[in-house]
């Protein structure tokens, strides 16, 4: 004679409520990522048109802050502050040309994929960020960093459209982690009544938390941008045009001012020397 086995019913309950749970976060994470992306989209092809621009008006605001702390220095007999002053300069305008090659890289990097590449995509991260929850390891600080880790991977992944490693970790995630020498984790089930309440509370907070960045995604002025060029397919070129007019009339101005204080400059060096105070 069998005997029947006697489940828990709030066992059950929160195993449904855990599960729906997921559901939802999966959803609000894969409306986030979705946006994040059109938005990055369109960030990336704006970059293209106006990179120039930009990165000369940067360069010019570095030089303008450069001589107007020179001219103080002159004029306050500080002639090592001249020289310090023009060695930031040469610093800062190398780093704002390695920021701008940073970010060209990181756009040129994202993958241009076919329709169907873009479906199997959308449901491996589906499917991944269902499967990992950080409250698993909540108590265990080494598993809770790589949990992050592999979360932005999962994430890194499917911003850059990179099917390759979202593949590569569903298909055995175990040997992703080991590969990278992160602490492993264990991705079974946990069933016990107190792990379950502490996972739906945590997936409620994550539920929460992802809600509120696509609502500050979506007030973001780059979000606005992409529903003006989503609504017009040529608006984006004339948004880059009119951008690209108020840059160079920036940089103009700049440029006039740099002129006239490094005119103050020459003449502030055959000043005579005023003693510091």
């Given at each position: ?22 559901e939802?976060?999966?959803e ?6 979705r ?36 001219l ?36 040129s ?14 449901r ?7 499967l ?5 390891f ?15 991977a ?36 946990e ?6 309440q ?50 160079r ?6 440029e ?22």
């Amino acid at each position: 004679m069998s005997q029947s086995i006697v489940v828990d019913p709030s066992l059950e309950k929160l195993r449904s409520l855990v599960a729906r749970a997921r559901e939802q976060l999966s959803e609000a994470q894969s409306e986030y990522m979705r946006e994040k992306v059109r938005v990055a989209a369109m960030q990336a092809e704006l970059f293209k048109l106006v990179r120039e621009e930009y990165q000369r008006r940067d360069t010019l605001r570095l030089l303008l802050h450069s001589r107007r702390a020179q001219l103080a220095a002159l004029r306050c007999g500080q002639p090592e502050e001249v020289e310090r002053a023009e060695s930031h300069y040469q610093h800062e305008k190398r780093r704002v040309e390695r920021d701008y090659e940073a970010t060209a890289s990181e756009f040129s990097g994202r993958r241009k994929l076919e329709p169907k590449q873009k479906v199997e995509i959308g449901r491996l991260w589906k499917e991944l960020v269902k499967l990992y929850h950080p409250d698993r390891f909540s108590r265990e600080p080494d598993k809770l960093d790589t949990y992050h880790k592999l979360t932005a991977a999962i994430n890194k992944a499917k911003e850059a459209g990179d099917l390759t490693i979202l593949r590569e970790i569903a298909d055995d995630p175990h040997a992703f982690i080991a590969r990278q020498g992160w602490t492993e984790l264990d991705l079974a089930e946990e069933q016990e009544l107190t792990q379950l309440q502490r996972l739906h509370a945590a997936l409620l907070f994550e539920i929460t938390a992802v809600l509120d960045s696509l609502a500050l995604l979506r007030a973001s002025e780059d979000f606005q941008l992409c529903q003006r060029c989503d609504a017009d397919p040529e608006g984006l070129a004339g948004i880059a045009a009119s951008l690209a007019a108020q840059l160079r009339a920036e940089c103009e101005a700049l440029e006039t001012e740099a002129v006239a204080i490094a005119r103050e400059i020459a003449v502030a060096r055959t000043a005579p020397v005023r003693p510091a105070t």
